[in-house]
Nanobody
Framework: QVYLVESGGGLVQAGGSLRLSCAAS????????MGWFRQAPGKEREFVAG????????YYADSVKGRFTISRDNTKNTVALQMNSLKPEDTAVYYC??????????????WGQGTQVTVSS
């Protein structure tokens, strides 16, 4: 079992930056791939970024590539999402998730409660 708690969301102007953090509890954190997803009102939850269990491999949705960076620290049981050059269309609730490698929601077994990110134009 892995418990996930996100933090770092907030309101930011377009072009600004935010850093989301996800703290995990559970001794098996380092065995899971980790991902960030987001869900805007009226839309389905979508993949944003993911990292392998070691952090050695990362992958991104095309919409955030070059602007967002995912990282993890297995010694601290944390995963972060650095978001730069934010756009209004990045506005959503952002979720941290633990599971298997991949971009599909179904690949992830454990989810945090989400943190709101709002980007004003």
């Amino acid at each position: 079992q892995v418990y996930l708690v996100e933090s770092g969301g907030g309101l930011v102007q377009a072009g600004g930056s935010l850093r989301l953090s996800c703290a995990a509890s559970g001794r098996t954190f380092s065995t899971y791939a980790m991902g960030w997803f987001r869900q805007a009102p009226g839309k389905e939850r979508e993949f944003v970024a993911g990292t392998s269990w070691s952090g050695g491999s990362t992958y991104y949705a095309d919409s955030v590539k070059g602007r967002f960076t995912i990282s993890r620290d297995n010694t601290k049981n944390t995963v972060a999402l650095q978001m730069n050059s934010l756009k209004p269309e990045d506005t959503a609730v952002y979720y941290c998730a633990a599971g298997r490698w991949g971009m599909a929601v179904r690949n992830y077994d454990y989810w945090g409660q989400g943190t709101q990110v709002t980007v004003s134009s």
